[in-house]
């Protein structure tokens, strides 16, 4: 996860915000995995994910929202910002210290 959001800090620098958020979002499902909370089974989509966090904990909302951000920017092509970053890395810090 760390690598992950490393990369997304050197991606933000550059000011590329959608590929920071994606690397974000991916950083977030391998830390998550890290806690054994899932199995590692990269065929999943990202609603699938959500759906694996119990429903209405603070981890599935944090989640939620970070995955309505990446896939806003990723799936739906919409133009990323500084600011869709920002959000995604403070979810990011949410889930880390949950």
Not at 51 to 56: D, F, I, K, Q
């Amino acid at each position: 996860a760390d690598n992950g959001a490393e990369l997304a800090r050197v991606e933000a620098e550059r000011k590329d915000w959608r590929e920071a958020v994606h690397c974000l979002y991916w950083a977030t499902i391998v830390m998550i995995e890290g806690r054994k909370l899932w199995r590692q089974n990269r065929a999943r989509t990202p609603r699938e994910y959500l759906a694996l966090l119990e429903p209405g904990s603070a981890m599935q909302q944090a989640l939620r929202g970070l995955t309505q951000i990446f896939e806003r920017i990723w799936y739906g092509l919409r133009p990323a910002g500084e600011s869709d970053y920002e959000r995604a890395r403070v979810l990011f810090e949410e889930l880390r210290s949950a």
